[in-house]
Antibody, heavy 123, light 105 residues
Framework: QVQLVESGGGVVQPGRSLRLSCAASGFTFGSYGMHWVRQAPGKGLEWVAFISYDGSYKYYADSVKGRFSISRDKSKTTLYLQMDSLRAEDTALYYC????????????????WGQGTLVTVSS | QMTQSPSSLSASVGDRVTITCQASLDINNSLNWYQQKPGKAPKLLIYDASKMETGVPSRFSGSGSGTDFTFTITSLQPEDIATYYCQQFNNLPPTFGGGTNVEIK
């Protein structure tokens, strides 16, 4: 069965960096796009970034564009989110999610989600 | 942009519950519905506006196309207590609605 396990969260000062990881198993990782979605405490869901199955297409929310970078390692079946210049408003639970669409540069339904990793940006 | 309403509702067990989602642009049928129970990750229930995910109880359904969409629980059950989100994937970014918190009266 599909498993997505996020890690790398923690407490970080404003302006610093953090890298999140999402270890994937139970499906052909190199054939599906992947997302990062975040949820601030007590708030709704906010889509953050998408990477296509082969890494050739990457899309970002305006709120993180230029500061966050999504990447993937097919050999390690792992998704990453490099977060630089962190701000207090980036504090959230970060989920990785598997897209449903096979071998595409676009996205569809987010059909499997991890349990999330918490990022707290505070001095 | 996705406008979801109501933001919260309270209904009795067995009631019919309806949530609406309105898109600011035509998104065809590129709309999904997710359920998020407290302390849990979201779960995909409905995709392409009206297609039910495997294993989802038949009391859940979705309809609509273009800009106006509806999510319905035909007979509310205690285990349906959750926040429900719509999400469009026709345009960039793939935006979520603000969520509807469903409670039992």
């Amino acid at each position: 069965q599909v498993q997505l396990v996020e890690s790398g969260g923690g407490v970080v000062q404003p302006g610093r960096s953090l890298r999140l990881s999402c270890a994937a198993s139970g499906f052909t990782f190199g054939s599906y796009g992947m997302h990062w979605v975040r949820q601030a405490p007590g708030k709704g869901l906010e889509w953050v970034a998408f990477i296509s199955y082969d890494g050739s297409y990457k899309y970002y929310a305006d709120s993180v564009k230029g500061r966050f970078s999504i990447s993937r390692d097919k050999s390690k079946t792992t998704l990453y989110l490099q977060m630089d210049s962190l701000r207090a408003e980036d504090t959230a639970l970060y989920y990785c999610a598997k897209d449903r669409v096979y071998s595409s540069g676009w996205y569809g339904p987010l059909e499997h989600w991890g349990q999330g990793t918490l990022v707290t940006v505070s001095s | 942009q996705m406008t979801q309403s109501p933001s919260s509702l309270s209904a009795s067990v067995g009631d019919r519950v309806t949530i609406t989602c309105q898109a600011s642009l035509d998104i065809n049928n590129s709309l999904n519905w997710y359920q998020q129970k407290p302390g849990k990750a979201p779960k995909l229930l409905i995709y392409d506006a009206s297609k039910m995910e495997t294993g989802v109880p038949s009391r859940f359904s979705g309809s609509g196309s273009g800009t106006d969409f509806t999510f319905t629980i035909t007979s509310l059950q205690p285990e349906d207590i959750a926040t429900y989100y719509c999400q469009q994937f026709n345009n960039l970014p793939p935006t979520f609605g603000g969520g509807t918190n469903v409670e039992i009266k």
